[in-house]
């Protein structure tokens, strides 16, 4: 390993965490003004951020085996996927919600939102919410998508999918779905909580290595993602995002901390037989 390749490997992916703390900090008041504008740098951020982790990837992969963890082997699938663009798969809540041509049209939906939970109740005000769904249709053999990945052999790709699933128990997801009666393209799964456990474990591993965090944004992460942070993968945080009259007025400026609640069963009128699928 040429530890001067991975340092500077490691002080941009560090940087890019940066920019993408930076932009969800001026998101308030740049969508105010222009919410495409302000939805879609949050996106080019969090990209960026998988570009970064995937080259990290490239200069680390003799030390670090990446696709022996759930984490970082999704990691590596969103990049290349987002990467390639040969689908229509992996477009965030935000421009879901908010950029499509008549967000009104949603009023009355409900979204279930899963984000696995901080060890030591710590939460992350930043989020990144894909379809649980689109993560199926692009590395599960057993659905048969016209958008599945179709590299390596279907027991191999098998296989390292159900590593990915088990390891982040996506079947929680899919029961507390099923119990509530959402459908599917309204589940959604938050993304930060999987990359920080993902940049937590190389971190680690590298520093162990003798990798040294230099530059002023690498040395402002060693510690927080070496000692501090832990993500526990086997437990889940649920909130509901509707689209009431409310969320429709105020638009993407209430945000979805603001909006989202903790997920309570009572919270379903019982006027309803399941929840609104649009």
């Given at each position: 390993?040429?530890?001067?390749?991975?340092?500077?490997?490691?002080?941009?992916?560090?940087?890019?965490?940066?920019?993408?703390?930076?932009?969800?900090?001026?998101?308030?008041?740049?969508?105010?003004?222009?919410?495409?504008?302000?939805?879609?740098?949050?996106?080019?951020?969090?990209?960026?951020?998988?570009?970064?982790?995937?080259?990290?990837?490239?200069?680390?992969?003799?030390?670090?085996?990446?696709?022996?963890?759930?984490?970082?082997?999704?990691?590596?699938?969103?990049?290349?996927?987002?990467?390639?663009?040969?689908?229509?798969?992996?477009?965030?809540?935000?421009?879901?919600?908010?950029?499509?041509?008549?967000?009104?049209?949603?009023?009355?939906?409900?979204f279930l939102l899963a984000s696995h939970k901080f060890v030591g109740?710590?939460?992350?005000?930043?989020?990144?919410?894909?379809?649980?769904?689109?993560?199926?249709?692009?590395?599960?053999?057993?659905?048969?998508?016209?958008?599945?990945?179709?590299?390596?052999?279907?027991?191999?790709?098998?296989?390292?999918?159900?590593?990915?699933?088990?390891?982040?128990?996506?079947?929680?997801?899919?029961?507390?779905?099923?119990?509530?009666?959402?459908?599917?393209?309204?589940?959604?799964?938050?993304?930060?909580?999987?990359?920080?456990?993902?940049?937590?474990?190389?971190?680690?591993?590298?520093?162990?290595?003798?990798?040294?965090?230099?530059?002023?944004?690498?040395?402002?992460?060693?510690?927080?993602?070496?000692?501090?942070?832990?993500?526990?993968?086997?437990?889940?945080?649920?909130?509901?995002?509707?689209?009431?009259?409310?969320?429709?007025?105020?638009?993407?400026?209430?945000?979805?901390?603001?909006?989202?609640?903790?997920?309570?069963?009572?919270?379903?009128?019982?006027?309803?037989?399941?929840?609104?699928?649009?």
């Open positions: 390993m040429e530890k001067e390749i991975v340092q500077r490997a490691v002080s941009r992916l560090a940087n890019t965490m940066r920019i993408y703390g930076e932009e969800h900090l001026r998101y308030k008041s740049l969508v105010a003004v222009d919410k495409e504008e302000a939805i879609e740098n949050l996106d080019r951020a969090w990209e960026a951020k998988l570009e970064a982790f995937h080259t990290l990837y490239d200069v680390s992969k003799d030390e670090f085996d990446y696709f022996a963890q759930s984490d970082t082997s999704l990691l590596i699938a969103l990049r290349n996927a987002l990467h390639h663009r040969d689908h229509s798969l992996f477009s965030s809540l935000l421009p879901e919600l908010w950029l499509c041509e008549a967000p009104e049209r949603l009023e009355g939906a409900a109740g710590e939460q992350s005000r930043m989020h990144h919410f894909i379809k649980l769904d689109d993560i199926y249709s692009r590395l599960d053999p057993s659905k048969n998508s016209p958008e599945l990945l179709g590299l390596g052999k279907t027991a191999d790709l098998q296989k390292r999918f159900n590593l990915i699933a088990e390891g982040l128990t996506f079947m929680k997801i899919q029961a507390e779905a099923k119990s509530e009666r959402y459908p599917e393209k309204q589940v959604y799964l938050d993304i930060m909580p999987i990359f920080i456990s993902g940049v937590v474990r190389v971190f680690r591993a590298l520093k162990s290595l003798g990798v040294e965090f230099k530059g002023y944004d690498a040395r402002a992460y060693e510690k927080c993602f070496t000692e501090e942070l832990e993500i526990d993968l086997s437990f889940f945080e649920f909130k509901i995002l509707r689209m009431n009259m409310v969320q429709l007025y105020l638009g993407p400026a209430l945000t979805v901390n603001e909006a989202a609640i903790l997920y309570g069963r009572k919270i379903k009128s019982c006027e309803e037989d399941s929840y609104f699928d649009f």
